[in-house]
C-alpha cells in the first residue's frame, strides 16, 4: 500500500496531485485549510499552525505504518506574495510567506523521518520547488529567498540521510511554469512591483503555462519511477525524459 501525504491539496498542482495519486491507486490525504470539493482524506490544516499540522501528520504515519509499503511526503503548499520592491514589503506576508514555504516544510519533513525512523519500507519527501529559487527575480526577493532556502534545506536533509540506518530520499523540484491561481496572483501585481510583468503576462498570451493536469501527471510519474536515494536532490521537471 503507498501512503501519500500532499500539502495545498485543495487547488493548483496540489489538487491534481491529489486526484491523480488516487486513481492511480495510492491512499491520499491532503492537507489544506478547505476542502470546497469534499474530498476524501482531505484533513483541514493550516500548515502554519504546526502544533496541528505536526500532530495530524504523525496520526496517518502511525495509523499505516503496519501495512503501507512506501509514505511520501509532498510539501506542495506555498504562496508568491509579498510581490513588491524590497523597501516596500508588507511586513506580515513576509513571515507568512516564510512560514508557508519554508518553516512549515521544515516541520513537516522533521516530523516525517522523526515518525517513520525505524519504518524499513520506501520513504520519500518531495519540496516543490521554483526556478525562482535558483534565479533571481526583482519584486520576488521573498518568494525567491524560501524556494532558494528549501533548495538548501532538502541538500543538507540528503547529506544527513546517507548514513541513517533506514533513510529517507528526497528532492526538491522545479515544477515550471503552471497556469494556476499564482499565476493570476503574479499577472495582477504592477510594472513597479514586478519588473518582469509583461514576461508573465506574455506566458498565458502565448500558451506558454503548462497545465496542472499535465505537471501533476509528470511529478507522480517522477516519483513513483526514480530512486530518490541514488538521483540529484535538486532537480527540474522540465529537464526529465
Known amino acids: 500500500m503507498e501512503v501519500v501525504i500532499i500539502t495545498g ?39 502554519t499552525d504546526y502544533e496541528n499540522a505536526k500532530n495530524t501528520l504523525q496520526e496517518i504515519l502511525v495509523r499505516h505504518k503496519e501495512k503501507a509499503t512506501s509514505f511520501t511526503l509532498i510539501n506542495n503548499a506555498g504562496v508568491i506574495d509579498p510581490i513588491s520592491l524590497v523597501g516596500a514589503l508588507d511586513s506580515i506576508e513576509v513571515e507568512q510567506a516564510m512560514k508557508v514555504n519554508l518553516t512549515a516544510p521544515i516541520q513537516l519533513t522533521n516530523t516525517f523521518i522523526e515518525t517513520l525512523a525505524t519504518y524499513q519500507g520506501t520513504k520519500k519527501i518531495l519540496n516543490i520547488s521554483s526556478g525562482a529559487g535558483r534565479h533571481p527575480y526583482e519584486g520576488w526577493s521573498i518568494y525567491c529567498t ?15 540521510q546517507k548514513v541513517a540506518q533506514h533513510p529517507v530520499g528526497i528532492v526538491s523540484i522545479a515544477p515550471g511554469i503552471i497556469d494556476t491561481g499564482m499565476q493570476e496572483t503574479i499577472r495582477s501585481a504592477s510594472n513597479k512591483q514586478f519588473p518582469h510583468l509583461q514576461k508573465f503576462i506574455s506566458y498565458k498570451k502565448e500558451g506558454l503555462l503548462s497545465t496542472p493536469e499535465d505537471t501533476a501527471s509528470n511529478i507522480l510519474r517522477f516519483v513513483r519511477e526514480t530512486d530518490f536515494m541514488r538521483t540529484e536532490t535538486i532537480a527540474d521537471i522540465r529537464h526529465i525524459d
Open 146 to 160: 524560501t524556494k532558494a532556502g528549501l533548495d538548501h534545506f532538502s541538500r543538507v536533509v540528503s547529506e544527513e
Open 9 to 47: 491539496a485543495s487547488k493548483g498542482i496540489g489538487l491534481q496531485l491529489y486526484k491523480q495519486f488516487n486513481e492511480a491507486g495510492a491512499v491520499v490525504y491532503g492537507f489544506a485549510r478547505t476542502n470546497p470539493d469534499e474530498l476524501e482524506r482531505m484533513e483541514k490544516v493550516d500548515i
